[in-house]
């Protein structure tokens, strides 16, 4: 049988178990690349990844791979292929597009492009075309677009790898299936059953990880529940040669049955408890598995050889919850060391520093993304030389370093840190706000702003003048870091510092780091990724969160429009708060990545919520929509190479208020901020709007001691 070119997509960290599992399939040529492993084989073979596959989430058969300079050469190359060979003129199709080029610069065009010349194909040779059925096509084809060339596939998956078919009933975050099964083969659970050694989950939720023990135990292919594939309506499928490892895979599950180890899945809440039984039942292993209510502090190991505890742990949802979470963390960590010596255990956790309360020293550590947040599998062997007193360790390493900074003089900087912390702190419980500013510069010897992100501190130093000696302003820096996590009592490592100096051209949006971290935190009713290393600022603007609060007040029943857009909070607020649909338009393809997972983290999605990669002032000129609500939060300067002039707000903010206010509706709000502090709004040039000057208004009480952070303005229609 012929070798083709195939991709499996898998999420970051499952690459070394899909290329094990590909492998063993008889698969050649395997090449980790973005997004999953690249490889050759047979037919057969991606038919085996598909049914068997625990780690993939699609099998994609590579079609082609060829240059796209536009949306013209991208219509012309697909046109050119000879898709009468995978489907029927009478059949039908869905498309997949992601990237983008001059042309299309968002994915729902993109995809319409290619239908329409995949269409025009079968219109002009067959005299019939296709339709479209985005539910349960007869042909998937997925188009990749990055760096001017463009990867055409088809989807022999159709719907995700994940979705084996037994989950009916949920509960809060659950896991994907095949990060449940990954994170299993990770721990070394198929080695442990095929010892006799049991399996207990005391966190069940909905009973993912057991469902998976049980079926890797017994030899049961993932995809044996499933009825569609996505290569059921294509004509290069081969019914025979399914059939056949369908007959296998059967055989292979009745005779594996006997082999499921005792497996206990148990949850303190009845909900978990009923959905576990349920999906358990739908999975055909509820005979194979003990499941029961039982509190994590009742938790005993089974009968039998050493096994595995597994846990899907809670790393905080709700502001106020880490001490509770801590606590939970130290009983897990308490029942392993006195009851479960010599078994192993592995701990899934998006909170790595919750992980060292248990008092157990890691013996591995895996990285996983959980949907965007990354988190670690924490692996331990239970026995005595690795137990640890955390606590005790924590509270020494504090003192030493709050003594130290005190002594070389920073007495001054931490009385006043305890005094905002003690004012800011009561604030910030009343208000229900869980990121802050908590210092800024206050004493001016300390020029450092300190903002505080739920359990994260971000640090950012300002540039000394050239009149402070750099080696004291290094001490200082150094005292600050020092006394910090001492007075919050918070690990180092949840502190991240930045040096903030004055930005100037194409230097002010740079990267400074590439770690890639993301951290979920809360505001209001919303969550937000930040991330602390990568760049100048964390993606939330502090200083804007009454703004933001506002947009989602003015939003119910509006069409709202984000320009400048940045990561998509102020759309996230207002389509929480009702906007009939959202358009966010930015520059930057990473800034608008990233507001799609802001809003995918809030469950917004859509149609209706509408990103588009593009020069704000260009895409103004050429826009015919209208809107009922705007907001305008352009940066101070900028001079990207994608732009065709600079920009720069004091200059340039009369003429693109003009543009926008075009497109407002006749009773519509638009919002307009910014950060520029000598800023002067030109109200003469504005004499056909209603301004309303609302700085004061949206100044937050932790900004209170530097009124000249933004400038905000509300602008309507006069009469």
Known sequence: MSETDFLATAPAGMEPLLVAELAEWGATGLKPVRGGIRFQGSLEAAYRACLWSRTASRVLLVLTELPVA???????????????????????????????CPGIDHSHYGAQRVKDAVVDRFRERCGQRPSVDRRQPDLRIHVQLRNGQAMISLDLSGDSLHRRGYREATVT??????????LLLKAGWPDIAITGGALVDPLCGSGTLAIEAAWIAGDRAPGLLREHWGFSGWLGHIPALWNRLLTEAQERSAVGRSRIPLILASDHDPKAVRATLMNAGRAGVADYLRIERRDLADIEPLPGPPGLLIANAPYGERLGEQDELAALYALLGDRLKTRFSGWRAAVFTGNSELGKRMGLRAEKVHTFHNGPLECQLLRFQVESKHFVNREAADQRTRTRALQQAMDSGAEGFINRLRKNLRHLGRWATREGVSCYRLYDADLPEYAVAIDRYEQWLHIQEYAPPASIDSAKARERLEQVMAALPAVLELPPE???????????????????????????????????????????????????????????????????????????????????????????????????????RNLELNGIRGSSHELIQADCREWLARARESYDLIFLDPPTFSNSKRMEENFDVQRDHVELLHQALKLLTPDGLLIFSTNHRRFRLNQETLTDWQIEDWSRQTLPSDFARNPKIHQCYALQAKG
Do not use: C, M
Not at 84 to 94: A, D, F, V
Not at 173 to 182: H, M, Y
Not at 525 to 553: K, M, S
């Open 173 to 182: 975050a659950p896991l994907k299936e095949t990060l449940a099964a990954a």
């Open 494 to 596: 949840q502190v991240f510092l930045k040096v903030r100096q004055r930005q100037r051209g194409a230097n002010q949006y740079q990267k400074q780091s590439e770690q890639g971290r993301f951290h979920e935190v809360h505001e209001g009713p919303a969550r937000f990724l930040v991330n602390f290393t990568d760049y100048l600022d964390t993606g939330l603007f502090l200083d804007h969160r009454i703004t933001r609060r506002r947009l989602g007040e003015l939003a119910n029943g509006r069409r709202f429009l984000n320009l400048f857009g940045y990561t998509g909070t102020a759309t996230a607020y207002a389509a929480l708060g009702g906007a009939l649909s959202t358009t966010t338009v930015d520059l930057s393809a990473t800034y608008l990545d990233w507001a799609r």
């Open 70 to 100: 536009n949306a013209e050469t991208l219509y012309a190359s697909i046109h050119d292929l000879p898709w009468e060979e995978h489907l029927q003129p009478q059949g039908t199709l869905s498309v997949e597009f992601t990237g983008a």
